[in-house]
């Protein structure tokens, strides 16, 4: 028999481990009308790809932001743009915007921005052209 739970939008019981139609139908709906086409094109593009691939390796491949402010070789699995494309276009495909990070610390980036963005983005600058120019 399998286990069951109650959809925490509408109610409804639902197998557990699986989604809800609601929240399946909400996720569908802001893709299509919420999320930047333009970004999203981007990040699937080919170009995207080999920025990505050349950011990671003048990184070594490894969490910048651990390893200068903790000294910790933890791999990354994200890049970065220190400077969002919603704020400037332009430097989307500029490797000095771009850091590689892991996962949990692009988070808590993130989380930084929304308190400080700016002074955020000149302590992630400057920690980058430090690592770089090791």
Same mark, same amino acid.
């Given at each position: 028999? &399998?286990?069951?739970?109650?959809?925490?939008?509408?109610?409804? /019981? *639902?197998? @557990?481990? @699986?989604?809800?139609?609601? *929240?399946?139908? /909400? =996720?569908?709906? $802001?893709? /299509?009308? @919420?999320? +930047?086409?333009?970004?999203?094109?981007?990040?699937?593009?080919?170009?995207?790809?080999? *920025?990505?691939?050349?950011?990671?390796?003048? +990184?070594?491949?490894?969490?910048? $932001? %651990?390893?200068?402010?903790?000294?910790?070789?933890?791999?990354?699995?994200?890049? =970065?743009?220190?400077?969002? %494309?919603? +704020?400037?276009?332009?430097?989307?495909?500029?490797?000095?915007? %771009?850091?590689?990070? @892991? =996962?949990?610390? =692009?988070?808590? *980036?993130?989380?930084? $921005?929304?308190?400080?963005? &700016?002074?955020? #983005?000149?302590?992630? #600058?400057?920690?980058?052209?430090? $690592?770089?120019?090791?």
């Amino acid at each position: 028999m &399998p286990l069951y739970k109650r959809c925490s939008r509408c109610g409804q /019981r *639902i197998p @557990s481990g @699986s989604t809800c139609p609601c *929240i399946k139908a /909400r =996720h569908k709906e $802001y893709d /299509r009308y @919420s999320r +930047d086409r333009k970004s999203k094109q981007f990040y699937g593009s080919r170009q995207w790809l080999q *920025i990505r691939s050349a950011a990671m390796a003048a +990184d070594d491949g490894i969490d910048v $932001y %651990l390893f200068m402010t903790e000294g910790k070789l933890v791999p990354a699995d994200t890049v =970065h743009h220190i400077i969002p %494309l919603q +704020d400037d276009w332009q430097k989307r495909m500029d490797i000095g915007n %771009l850091m590689s990070l @892991s =996962h949990e610390t =692009h988070s808590m *980036i993130e989380q930084m $921005y929304k308190k400080d963005k &700016p002074g955020a #983005q000149k302590k992630l #600058q400057k920690m980058l052209m430090e $690592y770089r120019s090791r």
